[in-house]
C-alpha cells in the first residue's frame, strides 16, 4: 500500500485539494468525503496500471532523497 500526502482545503462552498507528490491529481467536491474519494481514484487507476505494465523485466527499487 502506497500512501500520498493530500493537501486540502474547505471554501465557502467547496472542498478543494490535491496530491503533493504528482502532478495533475487535483479535485474539487461539496463535502471533504467526497473530495477525499476522488482524489484517490486515479491514484487506484495509476497504481493498476503501473502494476500492468510490470513484467519480470522490471525491477523495484527504493530511492531516497
Known amino acids: 500500500m502506497t500512501e500520498y ?3 486540502i482545503r474547505q471554501t ?3 472542498w478543494i485539494g490535491w496530491i503533493a507528490e504528482i502532478s ?3 479535485a474539487q467536491a461539496k463535502t471533504r468525503r ?7 481514484s486515479p491514484l487506484r487507476r495509476q ?14 527499487v527504493s530511492i531516497r532523497v
Open 5 to 7: 500526502k493530500a493537501v
Open 34 to 40: 467526497e473530495l477525499l474519494r476522488d482524489l484517490r
Open 47 to 60: 497504481s493498476q496500471e503501473a502494476l500492468s505494465a510490470a513484467t519480470e523485466e522490471f525491477e523495484e
Open 12 to 14: 465557502e462552498k467547496w
Open 24 to 26: 495533475g491529481v487535483n
